[in-house]
Nanobody
């Protein structure tokens, strides 16, 4: 069973940037569509971005388009989320997971990791 470990979160001022990483262990994710998700306090977990197995295409929820960039390095079994122009409303715990396709981001293949906390101060 693949285990996912997210890292790179932290406290940043509004307008700042962070780069999140999602490392997979126990199996390869190179053949998976991978997604990033986030859960803000008191809210449901929501989809943020996804990337095809070869590094493209990519897909973003409207609220992060133009600010976030998803990428991957299959040789390192790792997926990244570069976040810029961060806003207070981006504050959440961020998770990654594999999804069946871009149209089925409400389904995931693996158990959720512990996530990484992103806090944006305004």
């Amino acid at each position: 069973q693949v285990q996912l470990v997210e890292s790179g979160g932290g406290l940043v001022q509004a307008g700042g940037s962070l780069r999140l990483s999602c490392a997979a262990a126990g199996g390869t994710i190179s053949n998976n569509v991978m997604g990033w998700f986030r859960q803000a306090p008191g809210k449901e977990r929501e989809f943020v971005a996804a990337i095809g197995w070869s590094g493209g295409p990519t897909y973003y929820t409207d609220s992060v388009k133009g600010r976030f960039t998803i990428s991957r390095d299959n040789a390192k079994n790792t997926v990244y989320l570069q976040m810029t122009s961060l806003k207070a409303e981006d504050t959440a715990v961020y998770y990654c997971n594999a999804v069946p396709s871009f149209s089925r981001t409400n389904e995931v293949f693996y158990s959720w990791g512990q996530g990484t906390q992103v806090t944006v101060s305004s």
